[in-house]
Structure formats: C-alpha cells, structure tokens
C-alpha cells in the first residue's frame, strides 16, 4: 500500500434538481375550462331532476370526485409496490402526490355526498356502504400523511409509506366486505336513490363531461403536486449534503 | 450458523416475555386500563334501554382495541433503548424471525390482557357465558392474531417515527375493523345463546383477513428494519 | 480461545479476511461512504481514524451487514455483501450503544445473543465471556443497574460470545475504565492470535496504533491515508492527522 495524502477531498455528490417548468401549466387551462363547462352545463343545460330538485345538481361533483380519490388511491398503491420494488425515489414522489391531491378529493366526496344528502335523506350522513368506504379511504390518506410528516429520513419516509400504501390497498376490500356484511345485519331505510342507468341523454353526458374533466383537474393538480415534489428534495438535498 | 426461523422466533418471543414479566408496567398498565374502562362504560350506560348482554360484546372489543395498543406499543420500544435491535439485526436469523417472534410475545401479553377483561364484563354486566368460554376463547384468539399481526408491524414503524404514539393507533384502528366488527358479532351471537354456526360465519371473515395480514406483513416487515 | 466453538471462515487461505472495492453507501443524494478500498489479511487489526462524520460507524455497518451497499463490492470472511445471515455469523459488532437489554441480567443478555447466534452450550459459553471480560461476578444483575463501564464489558462479552471471525468495534475504550480497558485489550489480542480481523474505530491515537496492523484515516466518506503500522512513526503520524483533520474536508 503506498502512502497516499490526498489533500483534495472530494464534496459530496449531490443529486441535480431536474429542470422544473414555470409558468402556467396546460394542464391547468383545460382542467379549470372542463371543469367551468361542466358546472355551466349542469346548472343551465341539463334538466331538472323530478323527484331530487335542484340539489340533485351536485350529484354530478359526488361520484365524479369519489372516483379521483380511488384511481389517487390506485396510483399510490402501484406507486408504493414500485418503490419497494425499484428502490426509486421519483416513484416515491409519485406516490405523495397522488396522495396528497387524493385526499383533497376524498373530502370533496364525503362533504358532497353529505350536502346531497340532507335534502334528499333527511339526514347529513348514512352509513351507505359506498360513502362508509370513502370514509375508511380518508382515514388511510389521513394517515399515510401524518406517517410520511413523521419521519425526517427521507428513505425511511419512503420505504414506510410503500409499506402503509400496500396494506391500504389490500385493507379496502376487507372494508367493503365488512361494510356489506354488517349492512345486511341492520337494513337501513330504504330510500329512493337515482338508478343512474336509467337517465335521460342530457343527464349522462353531463355525467361523462364531469368524469373527464375531474380526471384532467386530477392531472393537472397532481403534476403541480410532483414538481413541488421534485423541488422540495433537491432543496432538502442542498441542505444536508 | 444461527437458529430456524421459528426456533429464533420462540427465543425472541421468550425473552420479551422475559423482560414484560421482569417489569410487569406495561401489563399492569393495560390490565388497569381494560378494567377502569369497563367500569367506566357502565357507569355511561343505561340499562333501561340496552340489556347487560347486547351491550358487553362491544364494550368488550373496544377495550380490547385499545388495551391491545398499549401493548403493541412497548414491543418494539425496548429494542430501541441501547440500539437493542441492532443484536437483533446483527445476528444470523431471518427478519421475518424478529417479526414473528414479538407477534407471539404481543399474542400472549394481549391475550393475558382479554384474559383479565372477559370474566370482569361477565361480572359487571351480569352476563353470565354459560358453557360459551371456549368458544368465546378461540374468537377471541382469532381477532387477536390479526389485531397483533397489524400492531406489530405498525409499532415497528411507530416507534422510529416522532409522533410514535399517536401514530401507533391512528394507523392500526382502520385496520382493525374489519376484526372488531365479525368478532363483536360473533360474541353476540355466541352470547345470546345462538347455534354456534351462526357465529361460525361471522369467523369466515376474521380467517380471512388473519390468512392476508399475518402474510402481508410479515412479507413487509424487512422493509421496516432494512437501511 | 479455551473450549470456543471455531469458526471457520469460508475464505480460502490467501484470500483477504475483509475486502472492499470501491465501497459507497448514499443517503438521499450525500455520499456518507465514497468509494472505500481496503484489504486486511485474517489476524489484521486496522486502527480507524477520522472526525466525526467522516463515515466510519457507516462503513462499520456496511461490514457488519447491517446497511447494504449503495455501490461498489465487499467480502468479508468469503460472503459477499450483502450476505444476510452468512455474513451477519461471522461477523460481531461493537458500538456505542449497549445492544442490551437493561431489564435482563448480564448473564440472560449473552446468553440470548449466544442463543441467536446457533452457539452450542450457551450458558457456559456465555459465562466464560462474561468471565473473560472480568464481569462474572455481577452476571446476575440487571444490566440497567450497572455503571457505563461495566455494561460495555458486558456488551462487548455479548459481541463475542459466538468467537466471530471479523470484529467491527466503534470507539470501544470510550467510557472504559483501566481495568476495562486492560480486559478489552487481552480479549482482541487473543482473538487475533486466533486469527480474527478487527476493525477499530477509534479517536485514540496512541491506543489504536499501539495494537493495530493497519492504520486508516477516513475524511468526508474516503480513505486519505491507509498504511501497514510497522512503516509508521507515531509521532509524525499523529501530527500529520492532527493537521488533516483540523483543516477539515
């Protein structure tokens, strides 16, 4: 071994923040003009529903949001088996962010479905197996959340989050199942819900309006989510290093 | 080279039954809680409207959720004093072994604690078990499995984290639903004198999700000790 | 070592006991471990310098199996990293922190890591360790009840009750008294005679040289010094590291 002094030491390598975009999205211009014609369809374009009124108007935000925060949900869930899977961390970033974003459209759901609620049921919550679900997916987010604002190490943070993703993910069917079982013990009053089959033509294309510009909204709300993802590291990165 | 998985499991197992007995705090601790809770429903509790029987299934699975915790709580905290866990880590046994191990240790303290709580309902309660304790006794060790299989692996997480505590119950209680609801209704049943394959069905869930989360988290528990 | 179970390393004579070959371990974008070579022969003793920070306890688990590599390859007793459970046998780890159980006794805490450790006669084996580390007579004590000093014999009886092959010790005299310190001292010679391979972290100069083979000093993740000792001169050697490290990275 040759007697080596080494007076340069090296500074540690620091990851290279990715270039982060400004301005405007697209993404955001055609979600919030989506979203606008929705609403201004629902309001003036689309009759009014006999029996429900007008509040039968925000049926059209309640499905629509509530299928957002399961497809969020979905997207954590692979997100999380890639991470653990891949060891890397942009999928990480995926997975916070479809979080984060999801959860806002979880609570979007329940609020909803309980203003819908009350004019057409008499009551500000049910136990109805599909808003009960919501509900159990709001506490896993809320959770997954609070986990991830726990641990300061950032591969700590996502090597547990994947794992609380997961078993999320394989405790929804279980939540269902035990929803259904126990509704089957006490019959709930059986109260006149919209069979949406049966809608008129106007009716299910505002519905399909709604669906596809709440995906673009979702889109568009979950790539600002990530940049600021990918800016928060490389700054959390700068820091330390 | 080291032991099987399951001979390190049973080591593990023993010695933290070892130290839970040295010290006795923590069963203390949730034996005193499972029966002040008790206590503390029947006083919140009127027996004009609900009967002893409809009301001690659910009096007795909530305290069990919640004393449970206390318990999960201190499995993994005395691995972190003195970087105990790094002997674990260290030594020639699969991870899966660790987990395994403090599942069992976790089985028996939570199960000690049911123990204590279930003849302490059927006294306060006057619920009187008949000849249902065995049954009673294996729905209860069914729900156990699948509450400690989940405490286990989340109070490993929690305990690295800074709201640990907090977090120990705000991540496990949706998980234990889907046990606390079948077994509730199964004790009812089993209760109220109903044909045992009544409550038998309600079981078919608890096995089902025992099967799915001793397997999921034991598959994940590495990923919680890895660096 | 009288009556130990002998370990045999699966390196073939000739092979290095511990080598690392560009040895790198990241955390989130720093590099704490940065392209680490070494190579120690079994019956070495590499004497660790560095400040703090320097990634040496890092490097340390990396060896003991216990943090996997980002980059680069290392072999320790013949296993590869990360070998799992073949490296994790051969290997014992000494750190700062106890590693023991303070509601158990010295003597329940040995024996438990000789049990975990697939060691044959553990009570006896973990006795003798407890012996060697001249702590025998408080072996039934609660661990919580003993000084500093007398648990890290403890915990050092505990690192080697199953007679490991490499042994990775980070700053292990801190906190030990003479006679600590003395028994410390007999327990690696006579591991080394037996052909162990000891990595030592240590801030003590003169206590690290004096028993080592190798001396290494380790700066921002990397080696900047690695030498056999019987080229070095103490002296110069302590005020070349005094200057390396007050200068900073």
Known sequence: MTTQFTSDVR?????????????????????????????????????????????????????????????????????????????????????????????????????????????????????????????????????YLVLRGAIEDREMRARYSAVLGIL?????????????????????????????????????????????????????????????????????????? | MGPSTLGAALLIARKDLAIEFRTRTAFFSAAVFALLAIVIFFFAWDPTAVAGMDLAPGVLWVIFTFAGLLGLNRSFSVELADRAIDGLLGAPVRREAIYLGKALANVVFVGAVEAISIPAVALFYNTPFGGRWLAIAGVALLATIGLVAVGTLFSAMAVNTRLSELLLPMLSLPFFVPIVMPAAQATARLLSGRPVVEAANWLKILLAFDLVFVAACMMAFPFTVEE | MTGAVERVSVASAGEPEVEARGLTRTFGGRRAVDGVDLSLAAGDCLALFGPNGAGKTTLLRMLAGLLKPSAGTARIGGVTLPGGEEVRAVVGLISHASMLYGALTARENVEFAARLHGVGDARRTALRMLERMRVLDRADTPVRSLSRGLQQRVSIARAMVHSPRVVLLDEPFSGLDAAGAAALTNALVELRTHGATLVLVTHNLGEGLEMASHAAVMQAGRFVRFEPCDELDTAAYAATYRELVTRGP
């Open chain 1, 11 to 143: 500074a540690p390598a620091v990851a290279s923040p990715q270039r982060t975009r400004s301005g405007i999205s697209w993404w955001f211009i055609v979600a919030v003009i989506a979203v606008a014609a929705t609403y201004i369809r629902a309001i003036y374009f689309t009759p009014l529903e006999a029996i429900q009124g007008p509040a039968q108007k925000i049926y059209y935000v309640h499905p629509t949001s509530a299928w957002v925060a399961f497809l969020a949900f979905g997207i954590v869930a692979l997100a999380s088996i890639g991470y653990l899977w891949l060891k890397d961390l942009k999928l990480d970033r995926v997975a916070e962010s479809a979080a984060e974003v999801g959860v806002v459209f979880t609570s979007v759901t329940l609020v909803t479905g309980s203003l819908w609620g009350k004019p057409i049921w008499g009551t500000w919550w049910t136990w109805d197996a599909r808003l009960t679900l919501t509900l159990f997916l709001w506490f896993i987010y809320v959770g």
């Open chain 1, 168 to 241: 999320g993910a394989l405790l929804i069917p279980f939540i269902h199942l035990s929803v259904y079982l126990f509704r089957t013990l006490h019959p709930m009053p059986i109260i006149g819900k919209p069979s949406r089959p049966s809608l008129p033509n106007e009716m299910l294309e505002t519905f399909a309006l709604a669906f596809v510009s709440f995906t673009i909204l979702f889109i568009a709300l979950f790539r600002a989510r990530y940049r600021l993802a990918i800016e928060r590291d490389a700054l959390d990165a700068q820091e330390r290093g």
